[in-house]
Each structure stands twice: as C-alpha cells, then as structure tokens.
C-alpha cells in the first residue's frame, strides 16, 4: 500500500528555515516522480518542487532560489530544504507521487508551516 507521511512543520519567524520529510512506504520513491505542494486555506494548492525519476528538478517561481528539494534513496524519503521563509510561505505543505509529474495518483496528509513577520 503506497503511503505518503510529511513531518517538520513548525511555526518560523521570518527568514528562518525548515527542512520537511515525507516518508514514503509501500513502493520505491526513486521509480516515481514526487512533488512538493502548498495549500492555503480558501486558495487553489500551489506547485512548489518536484523531482522526477532522471534527478530532475522543479521549482515553482515564489521558491526558486530559496528552497531545494532532494531524494534520500537509502531513506525513501522525499526533503524540502526551505531557506529564507517569507510570511507567503505560510500554508500546508503536502507531497504527492506520481506516474509522471504531471499525473500524480497519491498525497499525504501535509504537515503546517507557519511564518510570521
């Protein structure tokens, strides 16, 4: 059974830094592309980061610079390294696996940041 867990939210001042982990089980990670999501409550969820199955990497425009996203084959386990946190990055991060990156078929549950000015 394919399973997504997010952990490392937490509540930042402004400027700080997180790293998120989603877990992933049931399947191996580095056979499918895996994607980093925000959701804000009232607002459509926002691309932040993928990484696809050649290593490819994308970032969405609002984290490019900021943010890095990496694989821990060993781990199965899907990173988010935030950097530089702006109050906007406020929200529910979740991650998503899919066939592609453009078809994602599986979620977790997300795990909240929250960064205040």
């Known amino acids: 059974q394919v399973r997504l867990e997010e952990s490392g939210g937490a509540s930042v001042q402004s400027e700080g830094s997180l790293r998120l982990s989603c877990q992933a089980s049931g399947y191996t990670a580095s056979r499918y592309c895996m994607a980093w999501f925000r959701q804000v409550p009232g607002k459509e969820s926002e691309f932040v980061s993928s990484?696809?199955?050649?290593?490819?990497?994308v970032y969405g425009d609002s984290v490019k610079g900021r943010f890095t996203v990496a694989l821990d084959n060993a781990e199965n386990t899907l990173y988010l390294h935030m950097n530089s946190l702006k109050p906007e990055d406020s929200g529910l991060y979740y991650c998503q696996v899919g066939f592609s990156c453009g078809y994602f078929f599986e979620r977790g549950q997300g795990t909240q940041v929250n960064v205040s000015s």
């Open positions: 990484f696809d199955t050649d290593g490819t990497t």
